[in-house]
């Protein structure tokens, strides 16, 4: 299978889809924002192609440039320009015309429902996720939903230096994408129809998170982990079961520590000595009996101090915020 072929392959599945909507077409839907006087118009909803949560509000403080890449409906534009009623605070990249023109005929049905939203809040680009049509450090969030699990490895480490190139320094890069621990039989790797429908691109999250840190993005965070497909004998070719999971990220474009990026998958440090806290001296202290939210890194550096009134959790796979580092 080529390049070329399965790349058209999707872009054929999303023309389809923005002709027709196809309501869950490849994933669970995205969760729909609850907000004073956001109004999200049905077509958008039915259009809604995503596997998870990407930005989350508090990313959406003091009006920033947000980039989000392959539209949709435009539902996530529209929430996303909630937080930036400015002309282009909102950037729309797509490689399906068809998904541009159905996002452009959506803004003028959420005008009419939403008395704040003006279409031109949103610059809406023809472009490919591999060569974004933007400048280089101009955009203050960058997301994309269950669009990069589709690309093949080298691909998506295209897809994802593009976005880092693109975001200012400390910008955030949110994501949503499936992700397996089971290795994916290479009959559905190369099962272009399964892999643009967000399926048998799935890799086990430690290589997604090493793809993005070998980008340069030097702080990660799993924000969730929920299930989200199986892929069982009798309705696809494989001889097991396949547990997929839908995995949200926020990776920060932070400089990259010496000793490596710090990538928090939801695990806490609890000190419960006689101290009124510990110091570890390298940046890290642990109030009695508060828990902290720790890095894999920090968790690895406290547990190897071998002390016994130092607990460690395990990972959580849910973080939001208010971290060791």
């Given amino acids: 299978m080529s390049i070329e072929s399965y790349l058209q392959t999707t872009k054929d599945v999303y023309k389809q889809a923005a002709l027709t909507p196809d309501v869950g077409l490849c994933c669970t839907t995205t969760p729909i924002w609850q907000l004073p006087g956001l109004s999200i118009p049905v077509i958008m909803q039915q259009m809604n192609y995503g596997c998870g949560s990407t930005v989350n509000p508090r990313d959406l403080v003091n009006e920033p440039t947000i980039l989000y890449v392959g539209v949709g409906g435009g539902m996530e534009l529209l929430q996303f320009s909630y937080f930036n009623r400015t002309k282009g605070g909102v950037i729309g990249i797509d490689v399906v015309d068809e998904m541009l023109q159905a996002s452009r005929d959506n803004f ?28 280089d450090n101009s955009v203050d969030v960058a997301a994309q939903n269950c669009l990069f699990n589709i690309f093949k490895v080298d691909d ?45 691109g799935a890799m086990p999250l430690k290589d997604y998170i090493k793809m993005i840190t070998d980008v340069g993005f030097g702080t990660v965070e799993i924000r969730a982990k929920r299930p989200y497909r199986i892929l069982d004998p009798k309705n696809y070719d494989t001889n097991d079961i396949i547990f997929i999971e839908s995995v949200e990220v926020c990776a920060i474009k932070d400089p990259m520590p010496e000793d490596g990026p710090c990538v928090f998958t939801g695990k806490t440090a609890i000190f419960y000595g006689n101290e ?38 395990e990972s959580t796979y849910f973080y939001d915020g208010g971290g060791c580092c």
């Fill in 108 to 135: 003028k049905i959420a005008e009419n429902e939403n008395p704040w939203f003006k279409s031109d809040f949103v610059t809406l680009k023809k472009g490919d996720a591999l060569n974004l049509p933007v400048e």
């Fill in 156 to 200: 998506l480490k295209k897809a994802l230096a593009e976005m880092y190139r693109v975001l200012k320094p400390r910008g955030r890069l949110v994501l949503s994408d499936p992700t397996c621990e089971t290795a994916m039989p290479e009959n559905l790797k190369n099962d272009e129809r399964l892999r643009a429908l967000c399926l048998s």
């Fill in 276 to 313: 009124a806290f510990f110091d570890d001296k390298k940046g890290h202290t642990l109030l009695k009996n508060q828990p902290l939210a720790v890095c894999d890194k920090t968790a690895n550096a406290l547990n190897s101090i071998n002390r016994a009134d130092i607990f460690i959790s």
